[in-house]
């Protein structure tokens, strides 16, 4: 019988093995430099490439629509309440030119109205700040089987 902590680590692993081969391409916009690196410490351990982070709103969409852009991007984490452009405007404007991205809400505001708005303007997740290491793990799953039945 194999031990729960060796059972642990052998699921861990294979997770690993998974999200390497299914790495996504990811962005980050957070006005607050330690919310990113918390979501790029997470993002990066299980695999995936952080290709751009961002101040704002107005920072993700200029990135996101630069011509010469190489990296595809597939999911970004938008925090909603940001200075310059929120991430409801920036949410709306990146998905008008690059419909295929998924963008995940991130904000303090737990709110109905906040939520509402977020998958409005065509979030596909909401997590709410604090957040765990498993809800940003959770939103690359359902992002992957999408891809693989396109």
Not at 57 to 65: C, K, P, R
Not at 99 to 106: R, S, T, W
């Amino acid at each position: 019988m194999i031990s729960p902590n060796l059972e642990f680590a052998l699921d861990f692993e294979s997770q690993q093995r998974y999200n390497q081969y299914m790495a996504c391409k990811v962005g980050i916009v957070d006005d607050a430099p330690f919310v990113r690196e918390v979501i790029r410490r997470i993002v990066e351990g299980q695999g995936h490439e952080v290709v751009f982070e961002a101040n704002d709103g107005q920072e993700a969409i200029d990135f996101v629509l630069r011509k010469e852009l190489s990296q595809e991007v597939d999911i970004i984490f938008m925090d909603m309440i940001m200075p310059k452009v929120n991430g409801v405007l920036a949410t709306k404007t990146i998905l008008e030119f690059k419909p295929k991205i998924q963008i995940v809400a991130c904000s303090t505001s737990a709110h109905e109205t906040m939520i509402q708005k977020a998958m409005e303007a065509g979030c596909c997740d909401y997590i709410a700040k604090p957040f765990s290491t498993e809800d940003i793990l959770r939103v690359f799953k359902p992002t992957k089987q999408k891809e693989i039945a396109s």
